[in-house]
């Protein structure tokens, strides 16, 4: 399916918004994690079989959204949702799905504005690594005070298939249809032919607000719509996964989870699985679940 993007200006950033479907159809608001874009839910859009007007930003950093000097906050991020939704939904609710980052965002701003969204989806998005908590602040503090001081350089690329094969290294499970299709669309060719990520290569080098898992549990408690975990079957080192009972400890902080996990699948399981997620989303908001919230 195709999409079309426009320019909104968010909290004094500029914002690109993409779109799928007609306007007028039920709208979902898609949100993408780290270092990712908008046109990273495309394969997931595609599997829908009903009709949604989906809307998905690109983050401040990301994609075709601008890039900022002052870092990366996790507050920055929820704010920005807050304003993005007041202009799209003024005075309603949307459902919302979010991967990784997107996710946790979401979790965020479902607690801190319950009344502005009906449900919603967070894929491999269940607050922090159980690596990083709780966190070194100072380190964290320090990194950020030196970030102007040593701005990263991205790495380049000389043809889209060497994005491509870069991709497929991190995510074996991608086609090559898939990772040419993301390549061309997550990266930009400069002047001198060669491409670029899309993503500030700063922005790892950001400060995170919710510092440990009581901070997270006060405001997951605060949410008051379904909320539905899609798990993927995520190895890496420290992700929550690998700790025995720790998402589904974490599940326990919220009043109304579904927790279901998609095997075989990687971090991004909505590129592994898209006919999967789009099938458990579209259960979920139409209230047709396969088991009972817990």
Not at 14 to 21: F, K, S, T, V
Not at 122 to 140: E, H, Q, Y
Not at 164 to 180: G, P
Request: aromatic share 10%.
């Amino acid at each position: 399916m195709p999409s079309e993007c426009e320019t909104l200006t968010i909290r004094g950033v500029r914002y690109n918004l993409r779109r799928w479907g007609r306007k007028d159809a039920k709208p979902i608001l898609f949100l993408h994690g780290t270092q990712d874009s908008s046109i990273t839910f495309q394969f997931v859009v595609d599997c829908l079989r009903e009709e949604w007007c989906v809307l998905a930003p690109d983050w401040r950093g990301h994609g075709h959204s601008s890039w900022v000097s002052q870092g990366y906050w996790l507050h920055e991020f929820v704010a920005d949702l807050d304003v993005l939704i007041d202009i799209l939904f003024p005075g309603g609710a949307v459902p919302i799905v979010g991967h990784s980052l997107g996710g946790n965002i979401g979790g965020v701003f479902a607690g801190l504005r319950p009344n502005r969204l009906t449900h919603l989806v967070s894929l491999d998005g269940f607050g922090p690594l159980v690596g990083s908590v709780p966190v070194d602040v100072k380190t964290i503090l320090r990194t950020y005070f030196d970030m102007p001081k040593r701005r990263r350089q991205h790495s380049e690329y000389t043809t889209i298939a060497e994005v491509a094969s870069r991709l497929m290294r991190a995510n074996s499970r991608l086609t090559s249809e898939q990772a040419l299709f993301l390549a061309e669309h997550s990266t930009t060719a400069g002047h001198d032919g060669r491409r670029r990520w899309l993503f500030d290569p700063s922005y790892k080098i950001a400060l995170p607000t919710l510092h440990h898992m009581a901070e997270w549990a006060s405001v997951w408690a605060e949410i008051r719509v379904p909320v539905c975990w899609i798990s993927s079957g995520d190895t890496r080192p420290s992700a929550p996964l690998n700790t025995p009972g720790e998402l589904e400890r974490r599940a326990g902080m919220i009043h109304a989870v579904r927790y279901e996990t998609i095997p075989g699948t990687g971090h991004n399981v909505h590129h592994d699985a898209p006919n999967e997620v789009a099938g458990t989303i579209e259960e979920f908001l139409s209230g047709t679940e396969r088991r009972q919230f817990r």
